[in-house]
């Protein structure tokens, strides 16, 4: 492979702008190029990151997915506020090979804007009967995590899929129409991190009757499919990054040498209070935007991940370059500096009345081969919590991680709130979608507590770690959300 390529931002699907768009995506097996080696893959519409779709608030938006694969599939829109029902977001449809349906989204006018993504949650490698449109799993009794499986289980397909290429970054509107006006016109790029597990005979690794993934086993670290490219920017000029984990199962923890990052949206909500980090962990699924100001010199500076281990049962990562950063030319006008809330911000909940609390244990087995919440592995007939959710009302859920391992929890169909991890209260800032619970230490498990507003829609609402190792094997259920 051939590092030092310019940076590209990925090719765009639509360039936005439009009430009313008709994107089509076709699922296939690939032999696409990463950074001058032939790689096969999966991909959507012939690359490795897959195009990025750019959708306004308001917008209807009608997505035509055709599965060219041996094996069934179908589409997530991670962290869009739209319906979990029907033929909007609903991870239960499934595509069989051959098939296609056609996803249409309805955006609300008042949708957050800021960075999402899309991919693959394929719930198993087949439909459970003809047709294109049937949820993935039968009927089974799970018997939480005594060392095996439950029999009847079915494991989804998702990790194969991601780590073959099956995703891409997704935008709603432009946010940096909520910065002061000297900042509307930066330039903005995507950076969707991928890493890439290649065999000898030049294929993507993936589980198989004699395969596997190990996300403990080195990798090749891409950004938008390149290695190690290098982005360009002027003296004192500042842009927006959207960074995107769209990988399956590993973290990145990001630092920009000599340099911070200004958050302005965290998994594509604008932040309530804008904060200067030097580093950014972004577990699978995770997303951020960040303003970066180039240094007033001519200069080279390296992103990279920092090394990083997320338990004595999980993984451990090394220190890996990413991207340059070349600082020349012209210098440009140095710009003011954002602080505060950003417009559009969502209200604190933590003086919300709280209509039930309750109470999730993550947990796996010695191996780290089943995976459960509460003790059961995931059914679309058995849910995790016997009462359902009301539209309208605030939850308190406790989330206990007892294993040895950190797993990222995410919660489709609406944002949370974050208000302490491992006791220590945790000051307003943002809302987001996915967040490490920590692992347990000294027989204690890790503990994140978080409120959810459930509004707008009806339906099962999904959660899962996403880690894709971890929900094909259990770790995933909903609850259901009704009137």
Known sequence: MTAGR???????????????????????????????????????????????????????????????????????????????????????????????????????????????????????????????MRSMHSTHSMHGTSGTSDPGFMPGDVENQISAGLSGALIIGDDRKLLPPALRRITAHTLVLKDAQIDPSGHIVQNTDTTSIDSNNPTVRLVNGRLRPVLSMRPNETQLWRLVNAGADIFYQLRLDGYRFTVIGEDGTPVARVTTPDTLLLPPGKRYDVLVTAGAEHERTTLRTTAYSNGPQGDSYPDVDLARVAVAGHPARRLPTVSGAVPTAPAD?????????????????????????????????????????RLGTVEEWTIDNQSGEDHPFHLHTNHFQVTSINGVPQPYTHVQDTVPVPHAENGAPGRVVVRIAFTDYTGRWLFHCHIAAHEDNGMMGYVDVVD
């Open 6 to 132: 310019p940076f590209r931002d990925p090719v765009d699907a639509d360039a936005g702008g439009h009430a009313h768009l008709t994107i089509t995506l076709d699922a296939d097996r690939t032999r696409f190029d990463l950074s001058g080696r032939e790689v096969w893959g999966e991909s959507y519409n012939g690359s490795f990151v897959a195009p990025t779709l750019r959708f306004e608030p308001g917008s209807e938006v009608r997505i035509r997915l055709v599965n060219h694969l041996p094996v069934a599939t179908n589409l997530h829109f991670h962290g869009l506020h739209v319906s979990p029902s029907g033929q909007s977001d609903d991870p239960f449809l499934c595509v069989v090979p051959g098939g296609s349906t056609t996803y249409r989204l309805a955006i609300p006018a008042d949708h957050a804007l800021g960075t999402f993504w899309y991919h693959s949650h394929a719930m198993g490698t087949t439909c459970p009967a003809s047709g294109a």
């Open 349 to 389: 909940l933590s003086g919300v009345p709280i209509a039930r609390q309750r109470t999730l244990e993550l947990s796996e087995n010695d191996d780290g081969t089943v995976f459960a919440i509460n003790g059961k592995q995931f059914s679309e007939d058995n849910p995790v919590f016997d009462t359902p959710a």
